[in-house]
């Protein structure tokens, strides 16, 4: 998966966003669900909020969360349409409420469903076209905080969006509206993370990317760790995890590692082959690193043999070139 890209993952759960305790408590479940991977009694949980309240865009939202997740964590883009579907539906009744009563919970949803149809625009390449509706989802979850500054939680959603496009702000100097604003980013995470009282486990997720792509790799591990604690065998975590020990040149524990992920994915019937792919890459690296040839070698068999779907293919043939040149050079390294 495109870890890095995991900027909104389920940034809020606020108690009096959801209509009422006993949503709050299918939010939570739901969530709970979807960050051990259990995507279908996910969708199963946040359907149960749009049947008890289909005007409200709670339960909306939610769905297409979860399946934008359920999307970065299998690397496939199988169910796009309905991520979208939900998105519209939320935009939809979010626009009603909010017309109806500049409520600081209406501009939350809207500001969080354009943040989630921003980002997936961008990861799919449609950059301008993601950027435009970040920045107005950024605008509603200012405006709702302006109404209700003591919403912390929305702040991990703004100061993530803050770093990211910070981080690649080089290649958009050109548009007036794009900043460098990462410190001010992380610095808002930090400052309201603990504060949050639902939105806690998003800001470690946010917080421990940002210390990665920093390259803060001690950092990032020990949040990636946390999450695990919270949630065993998460991959959202787990991913994380294995590639703060492969940067760290610790070789031997990210390879149990990566094999942990593997063994997770490989029973999936829907899998693509990409997830696998990056995995048994990164084991030939960590083998080959510690001279250990032959398990390399059959990493590298294993790897050459998988064949994607059209969706994967590409992606799959650039990881098997790359994984060649690395066999080919194995006698060359001192």
């Known amino acids: 998966m495109k870890r890095a890209l995991m900027i909104f993952l389920f940034p809020v759960i606020l108690r009096a966003a959801v ?5 709050e408590s299918l939010v939570r479940r739901g969530i709970e669900e979807t960050f051990t991977g259990r995507f279908e009694s996910a969708h199963e949980t946040f359907q149960q909020i749009i049947e008890s309240h289909p005007e409200h865009p709670s339960g909306y939202f939610y769905r297409a969360a979860a399946y934008q997740s359920q999307m970065m964590d299998s690397e496939s883009r199988q169910w796009e349409s309905e991520f979208y579907q939900y998105i519209d539906s939320t935009l939809i009744r979010g626009h009603r409420l909010w017309e109806q009563s500049k409520d600081p919970w209406a501009a939350f949803y809207l500001g969080t469903a354009y943040s989630y149809r921003g980002l997936d625009e961008a990861k799919s390449g449609r950059i301008l076209s993601g950027i435009h509706h970040a920045r107005k989802g950024i605008a ?3 405006e709702s ?4 500054p003591w919403l912390h939680d929305v702040y991990i959603g703004i100061g993530t969006y803050m770093y990211w496009t910070g981080r690649f702000y080089k290649y958009f100097s050109w548009l007036p509206w794009i900043r460098d604003e990462r410190e001010e980013g992380i610095r808002l995470i930090r400052e309201h993370m603990d504060r949050s009282r639902f939105s806690y486990w998003a800001g470690v997720n946010s917080l421990a990317w940002i ?4 390259r803060e790799y001690h950092k990032a591990f020990e949040l990636f760790q946390q999450g695990l604690d919270r949630f065993p065998g998460s991959r959202f975590f787990l991913w994380g995890k294995a590639d703060c020990r492969f ?8 390879t149990s590692l990566f094999h942990q992920i593997l063994k997770s994915i490989l029973p999936q019937e829907d899998r693509n082959g990409f997830n696998e792919a990056v995995c048994r890459m990164r ?11 032959l ?3 059959k990493q590298h068999e294993r790897l050459m043999s998988i064949r994607g779907n059209p969706e994967s293919e590409s992606r799959i043939r650039k990881i098997q070139r790359q994984a060649d040149k690395i066999w080919k050079k194995r006698d060359q390294r001192p």
Do not use: G, I, N, W
């Not at 905080?145 to 209700?148: I, L, M, Q, S, Y």
């Not at 940067?247 to 990210?254: D, L, N, P, T």
């Open 295 to 297: 398990s390399a070698r």
């Open 140 to 142: 509603f979850l200012k």
């Open 283 to 293: 084991l030939l690296q960590c083998h080959l690193a510690l001279a250990d040839e």
């Open 19 to 23: 209509p009422d305790s006993t949503v």
């Open 247 to 254: 940067s760290m040149e610790q070789y031997v524990e990210a």
């Open 145 to 148: 905080v302006e109404k209700a």
């Open 211 to 214: 210390y990665y792509d920093r």
